[in-house]
């Protein structure tokens, strides 16, 4: 069965500083993964979405840039935070393009 | 581009009572998928069931079921039975067959809460 793992769990940053968040699926090989992010109390909306390791593509530009250094990872980063990066953060995969996306467990960032 | 619109901000039902949460998609492509999501407490989103638009007989998925109607651009979710852990957000989402990125394009959600 897969699995998908996020870290941190959650953070507290100050405006101006750097973050990276991570994302890690188990279980199956080129997978397609996503990162959303949801305001408090908000809707979903995609960032980012990966079908193999180096290739990216941007959805919505907010600042964050993303990567997939490995088959297995996703990471989520930006050099300078802002106030409006708050929110919850979710990683998702895919089998493939026309499959049902599955999220992970989601980390919170709070930027102050 | 795709639109999705819940109407319905909450609604408030009685354990092992019937719910019924309303969605309207906007699409001019003629293949899509829809979804229905559920985020708990916790923030979890957890997958509840999914609709192919060519497929004519509505999704049942153990008490969740759709109320599909393709010419009213609407997919209904129905929970029966519910139970306490059923209150969540409900979260409507459409996908075209074609989108770049598979992008899944969210409705606002329904927060649903079961009462003992």
């Known amino acids: 069965a897969q699995t998908i793992h996020q870290w941190p769990v959650a953070e507290i940053k100050a405006v101006g500083s750097p973050l990276s968040l991570g994302c890690t699926i188990k279980?199956?090989?080129?997978?397609?993964l996503y990162w959303y992010w949801q305001a408090t109390g908000g809707t979903l909306q995609q960032l980012f979405y990966?079908?193999?390791?180096?290739?990216v593509e941007s959805v919505v530009q907010l600042n964050l840039s993303a990567s997939r250094p490995k088959d297995d990872q996703f990471i989520l980063s930006t050099e300078k935070l802002l106030l409006s990066h708050s929110g919850f953060y979710l990683c998702a995969w895919s089998l493939d393009r026309g499959d049902t996306q599955y999220f992970g467990p989601g980390t919170r960032l709070l930027v102050l | 581009a795709q639109k999705v619109t819940q109407t319905q901000t909450s609604i408030s039902v009685m354990e092992k009572t019937t719910v019924t949460m309303d969605c309207v998609y906007e699409?001019?492509?003629?293949?899509?998928?829809l979804f229905w999501y559920k985020q708990t407490a916790s923030g979890e989103i957890v997958f509840l069931i999914r609709?192919?638009?060519?497929?004519?007989e509505n999704a049942t998925v153990g008490h969740y079921s759709l109320n599909f109607q393709k010419p009213k651009s609407s997919i209904g979710l129905i929970i029966t039975a519910t139970q306490i852990e059923d209150s969540a957000v409900y979260f409507c989402a459409m996908r075209v067959t074609n989108s770049a990125g598979n992008k899944l394009t969210f409705g606002i959600g329904t927060r649903v809460l079961v009462r003992p």
């Open positions: 609709q192919d638009s060519y497929k004519k």
């Open positions: 279980g199956k090989s080129s997978p397609n």
């Open positions: 990966s079908i193999t390791v180096g290739q």
């Open positions: 699409t001019q492509d003629s293949s899509y998928f």
